[in-house]
RNA sequence: CGGGAUGUAGCGCAGCCCGGUUAGCGCGCUUCGUUCGGGACGAAGAGGCCGGAGGUUCAAAUCCUCUCAUCCCGACCA
């Protein structure tokens, strides 16, 4: 294995599959499109998923699990929901060394399974609303792959909930919109773009899809998270009816949500740079490495007695550290290693501090390097460890701002799209003008953000006044 | 499914055009010694049906045919 990794000036995508391997995420799979995810990526995932485990459940969602295996004709169910997902089905015809009488598809996504269930779950208004999330796993058939971005199979969670009335179904799509966002920049320390997608760009099935959209390091958007106000589409195609408190008979609201372990790829083309990735603290599986220093058995202990109090401490504290107590590698391999696994915070403690009682401190993120006593490290390293994830957000922050162009007319948006990075503009454009934008500049609508500032300008496709804005970009 | 490329040690590659000793190199791995504050050094080792099948030839990693697989570029997608 050779040193470093490509740089991302020579080439970013080459960038981001040696980081993938040399901070040991993971590594490919015996089965094409399919990986492995190693300890320190799943660690990561882990703490993504504990994360947003506890926001789905403090808004009022519990956790179940539906199998993996759907009979064929559930998926035929729902019109657009098959026409969206039908390419890209893996199904399962045989079982038991015999050919099954229907074939089995593995679930691309479980809203038809979940709505076979909840039509008989569901009677009355007194059983909404239902609010079910799931952790799991699912396989999309896609042509082409890259490690987290789109593999085969991947990791995620889907939210599925069924409302009494059309408001409530919508407001909990703002709501779990809202919650990603909320995560992806206080944990992810990653600035996202709220909106909705224009009917090219919904979900098969879905009435109205909002996203998160996030600027990755060679400025082009990477949709994060989804959330769905799915009208009464499914409720109709698995005939889910309530009846409300006027004694009528009613098909139930939803919505549906997720995120997926695209997210480990969010987070390292959001920070990562030539020397590996860099976490954020928040989710970082370890928060601060020690690197212990020593020459011989006597160095060892003396070091190692100091390095025990630190590390007493910082338990304590709930900082998540880790001693790299490997002795088969030098000192300057540690660093490295731990750079290019983007650990937040690396001390290093070598004989010359047990003297003083200092620690050496290096920060991933910006590079800082520096020695500190013992005791003021201890004291400050919560406080340092929120300031970094806040710096990192900021940085994220106007590093797409500085990206982000507002553009008047076509040849702006092509210039635009050409030196990469993200164009706002006014838009007042049909679902045709938006594919042929698409196919000849390779950008597309990202999303109409939630926050418009109301004024009024002239699309810059179609020259018609409008308030709408919108956000184009290349897209991973 | 269209276009391009590649399969040789765990990984990355050379050798192939122009067939000919025992198939090399770097990293990694093993053992020993010296090292250890930014990817240590030396010595000695281990590791290969040259993707698979068929053919041409006295002789094939090398030439021919078929096949399988993977990667990159396009249309689809979290």
């Not at 956790?63 to 026409?83: C, G, Q, T």
């Not at 889907?158 to 809202?178: N, P, Q």
């Amino acid at each position: 294995m050779s040193k470093g990794v490509t740089p991302q000036s020579k080439d970013y995508s080459k960038w981001y599959t040696d980081v993938v391997q040399k901070a040991e995420l993971a590594d490919y799979s015996p089965v094409k499109g399919c990986m492995v995810i190693r300890p320190y990526g799943y660690a990561l995932w882990e703490n993504i998923r504990n994360t947003l485990d506890a926001m789905f459940k403090a808004t009022g969602h519990v956790n179940a699990y539906f199998p993996m295996l759907i009979p064929e004709s559930f998926l035929k169910r729902e019109a657009e929901h098959v026409e969206g997902f039908a390419p890209e089905l893996a199904v399962v015809t045989h079982g038991g060394g015999k050919l099954l009488e229907e074939p089995l598809v593995i679930r691309p996504t479980s809203e038809t399974i979940i709505w076979s269930m909840y039509k008989k779950w569901i009677n009355s208004y007194r059983d909404l609303p239902l609010l079910i999330n799931q952790w799991a796993n699912v396989v999309r058939w896609e042509m082409r792959t890259r490690l987290f971005l789109r593999t085969t199979e991947f990791l995620w969670q889907e939210g599925h909930t069924a409302h009494a009335s059309e408001k409530e179904a919508r407001e909990e799509a703002y709501k779990m919109i809202d919650v990603y966002r909320e995560f992806a920049e206080s944990y992810m320390a990653m600035p996202v773009i709220v909106g909705k997608k224009t009917e090219n760009e919904k979900f098969a099935g879905a009435v109205e899809t909002y996203s998160i959209e996030a600027m990755m390091g060679d400025m082009r958007a990477l949709q994060s998270g989804t959330s769905h106000y799915l009208g009464q589409n499914f409720a109709k195609a698995f005939d889910v009816t309530f009846q409300n408190e006027n004694n009528e008979l009613e098909y139930v609201y939803a919505s549906s949500w997720g995120v997926s372990t695209r997210l480990v790829g969010a987070l390292i083309m959001s920070h990562g740079d030539d020397k590996g990735l860099i976490l954020p603290p928040h989710l970082a599986p370890y928060q601060v490495v020690i690197v212990p220093i020593y020459r011989d058995a006597a160095g060892r202990s003396a070091v190692m007695s100091f390095v025990n109090q630190i590390s007493e401490s910082l338990a304590k504290s709930a900082v998540r550290y880790h001693v790299d107590l490997r002795d088969t590698v030098s000192p300057g391999f540690k660093f490295n290693d731990w750079e290019m696994k983007g650990v937040p915070l690396r001390l290093e403690v070598g004989p010359r501090d047990v003297e003083t009682g200092n620690v050496v401190l290096a920060r991933r993120d910006n590079g800082e390097k520096k020695s500190l006593s013992k005791d003021s490290f201890l004291s400050t390293v919560t406080a340092l460890l929120e300031s970094i994830q806040k710096e990192m957000f900021q940085k994220r922050k106007s590093f797409r701002e500085q990206n982000t162009i507002d553009i008047r007319d076509y040849e702006a948006l092509k210039e635009v799209i050409g030196k990469g990075g993200f164009a706002r503009a006014y838009w007042d454009g049909s679902g045709d003008d938006e594919k042929q934008i698409q196919e000849e500049t390779k950008a597309s609508i990202r999303c109409i953000p939630f926050e418009q500032d109301g004024t009024e300008g002239e699309c810059f496709y179609t020259g018609r006044k409008t308030k709408k804005r919108v956000i184009l970009a290349k897209a991973y």
